[in-house]
């Protein structure tokens, strides 16, 4: 009797675990992540990679993927919150509607995985970047000239955080900009660029005025930007752009934790989200 109530517990223990199994979103297969999801469904898929091997955003990061799962529960979108760079082969990548970037800085890929992600975004799949992961910690001219659009330069140091006034442009492009809050102040550390990506094509939904802040820093190569340096009257902070068939979108916003509590940000990256991820809208 006690065999027999052994065995109908062991059944029932292996019975759970391969419940477990089974209900897993990312399961590891040869040491390479193997991502199940159901795309019969018309929610949008989004991979979440927040892979930093630069300066490490270490309030930021868990931030943005908290007011991520929310649009993301609150819009009905799956979310695969990964750092594996494994995942970036043709395969698996074509399983997202959007790969989002957070705050990813250094370089993380190697040649082969760069390639399968240029792939993907030139054939019609979309990106989104936040914040560090247009800073010029990488080593990837492709990304920089062609995805960012710009060569991020320095950002101010004293003081550090200010508040700017951000201001909307409407691309004839981008579906709903109306419904983006026209004007907003918001302290950040704002990112500066050697050049405005408006003049690779780029489409901007909001720039920076300059007129109240100070822009002084330190260059990469150590040259002091002085209290003057900066882009002046046009200072893209948030804008997107095409490669081929993709989207391409990038938002210099989110260096502090409580920035991605910000109701405005929160709206801005749900339209955001909404555009590249609807394939009936092409990029333009």
């Known amino acids: 009797m006690k065999k027999r109530y052994f065995a109908i517990i062991v059944i029932i223990v292996f019975y759970f675990i391969a419940r477990m199994q089974l209900s897993k979103t990312i399961k590891e297969t040869n040491n390479s992540p193997f991502v199940e999801l159901n795309l019969d469904t018309l929610n949008l898929n989004i991979l979440v990679y927040s892979k930093a091997n630069g300066w490490y955003h270490e309030e930021a990061i868990p931030a943005a993927k908290e007011m991520l799962s929310s649009l993301a529960k609150e819009n009905n979108w799956v979310i695969t919150f990964l750092d594996d760079a494994s995942i970036y082969n043709s395969n698996q990548l074509k399983l997202f509607d959007i790969v989002l970037w957070n705050n990813v800085t250094g370089s993380t890929l190697n040649e082969e995985q760069r390639l399968n992600f240029k792939k993907y975004i030139e054939q019609g799949g979309s990106f989104i970047g936040i914040h560090g992961s247009g800073d010029n910690s990488g080593t990837w001219d492709w990304y920089y000239d ?92 948030v804008w997107y752009n095409c490669i081929k068939k993709g989207k391409v979108f990038y938002s210099a916003l989110g260096h502090k934790s409580e920035y991605y509590q910000n109701l405005h940000y929160k709206q801005l990256l749900k339209e955001v989200i909404n555009w590249a991820g609807n394939p009936a809208i092409k990029c333009e």
């Open 146 to 237: 062609e995805v960012i659009n710009a060569r991020f330069s320095h950002h101010p140091m004293v003081p550090q955080y200010q508040i700017g006034v951000l201001n909307k442009e409407c691309p004839p492009g981008f579906p709903k900009c109306d419904t983006l809050i026209s004007q907003w102040n918001q302290e950040e550390e704002w990112y500066v660029f050697y050049e405005s990506p408006r003049k690779k094509g780029a489409k901007i939904l909001y720039t920076l005025d300059e007129t109240n802040l100070v822009m002084s820093g330190v260059l990469e190569d150590g040259t002091l930007a002085d209290k003057d340096f900066g882009m002046a009257e046009d200072h893209p902070i």
